[in-house]
């Protein structure tokens, strides 16, 4: 038995408010603590998107009756909302601003606007953009306008990688995190997987891409789910939504690839804890860790997850290592497949902050 750090998870999206048939507080945290994560970062594009005061207050008592895990939701930047925001930026996980197509109604289509909220957001605050190519590069050039940090979400190819280890080069202050679907899966795996279910945004990249994501580590800050549940009735559909569900699933193809050599611990445990730990900064979870069987091997299956997504991409996937039990502040909140913990029992780790 191996005894790790309570995970955190930048990138997940909880579906509630508006979707919960997807997910809800409840199950993504349970599926979280699944996957031996005791701290989520809850993105925006729910319905309502999270977007004021009102809406935002929604997702929290949501998660304040539900949540098994800690968490903090984030604030989506509208065109509107850049002076709003910045004054709720304490409530909340961070800014996200959605600068490309993807699931749901926020995206910000001029680059004005993200410049207002460039300005606005403080400084000490995290800000994270969904942008793909070279919105990505574009978003780079704004954010050092402004001379802010920037947190660049789910990278997934080779030209990213390479522009953002020379923007760090530079000394430009610009963070990443790469989701494991981004370094385990890549478009050779779209027609096993059928194109409804492969659908995911950024899409699946070329083996080079993927390649790439392996060969600049160095450069990836973070590794984060994007934990993104959509029902199979919807993905097997005639218009399937992107996304996949992951929070389950990471832990264990990380320490798999860790058994396998392609990683060490330190390299998870940097990734995964540490650096999402003080780029987003968050407070230490005490008494808190994480209990795995390094040694069990098994078989993942969609049907024995506890997200609502009912299925994964990895499905049939062996496995080496296994999320035997995980204490939360000294609480023991799961155990054997169990989520132990009871509803509301997680705390919004940003609630002190006024
Ligand atoms: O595949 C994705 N799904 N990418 C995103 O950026 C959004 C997410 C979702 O919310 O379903
Ligand atoms: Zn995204
Ligand atoms: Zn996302």
């Known amino acids: 038995m191996v005894q790790l750090p309570g995970f955190i998870d930048p990138h997940v999206h909880m579906r509630e408010p508006g979707a919960t048939h997807k997910e809800d507080w409840y199950s993504g945290t349970a599926a979280a603590l699944a996957g031996g994560v005791t701290m989520v970062l809850a993105m925006p594009n729910t319905q309502p998107p999270i977007t004021d005061a009102e809406s935002l207050n929604l997702a929290l008592e949501a998660a304040r009756q539900?949540?098994?895990?800690?968490?903090?939701q984030y604030l989506g930047a509208t065109p509107e909302n850049a002076s709003i925001a910045a004054e709720l930026a304490p409530q909340t996980a961070g800014l996200k601003m959605y600068l490309d197509?993807?699931?749901?109604?926020l995206r910000l289509a001029d680059m004005t606007d993200w410049m207002a909220h460039l300005a606005?957001?403080?400084?000490?605050?995290?800000?994270?953009?969904?942008?793909?190519?070279?919105?990505?590069?574009?978003v780079i050039l704004l954010a050092a306008f402004f001379e802010r940090p920037l947190h660049l979400c789910h990278v997934s190819r080779r030209e990213e990688i390479l522009i953002i280890r020379a923007a760090k080069e530079r000394g430009l202050k610009v963070t990443c995190e790469v989701?494991?679907?981004?370094?385990?899966?890549?478009?050779?795996?779209?027609?096993?997987l059928g194109q409804g279910r492969a659908e995911v945004r950024p899409a699946l990249a070329s083996p080079r891409d993927r390649q790439a994501l392996w060969d600049n580590l160095d450069v990836i800050d973070c590794f984060a789910?994007?934990?993104a549940p959509h029902t199979l009735a919807e993905k097997d559909g005639n218009t399937p939504p992107p996304g996949f569900p992951g929070l389950e699933t990471a832990l264990p193809l990380l320490l798999t690839a860790v058994a396998e050599g392609r990683l060490t611990l330190e390299d998870v445990i940097r990734r995964y804890?540490?650096?999402?730990?003080?780029i987003f900064r968050l407070p230490a979870q005490p008494e808190t860790w994480v209990e795995v069987d390094s040694e069990s091997t098994w078989?993942?299956?969609?049907?024995?997850?506890l997200t609502r997504a009912g299925w994964t991409p990895f499905e049939g996937w062996?496995?080496?290592?296994?999320?035997m039990r995980v204490v939360l502040r000294g609480t023991e909140v799961y155990r054997d497949g169990k989520v132990l913990a009871v509803p509301g029992f997680g705390r919004n780790v940003r609630a002190n902050a006024m």
């Open 66 to 72: 539900k949540a098994v895990c800690d968490y903090a």
């Open 101 to 105: 197509h993807t699931y749901g109604p």
């Open 120 to 138: 606005h957001w403080p400084y000490e605050m995290p800000l994270a953009v969904h942008a793909e190519g070279r919105t990505l590069a574009a």
């Open 179 to 192: 989701t494991p679907h981004h370094l385990f899966l890549s478009e050779e795996d779209i027609p096993a």
């Open 225 to 227: 789910t994007d934990h």
């Open 273 to 278: 804890y540490v650096n999402p730990q003080r």
């Open 299 to 305: 078989e993942i299956r969609g049907e024995n997850l």
């Open 318 to 323: 062996r496995v080496r290592g296994r999320v």
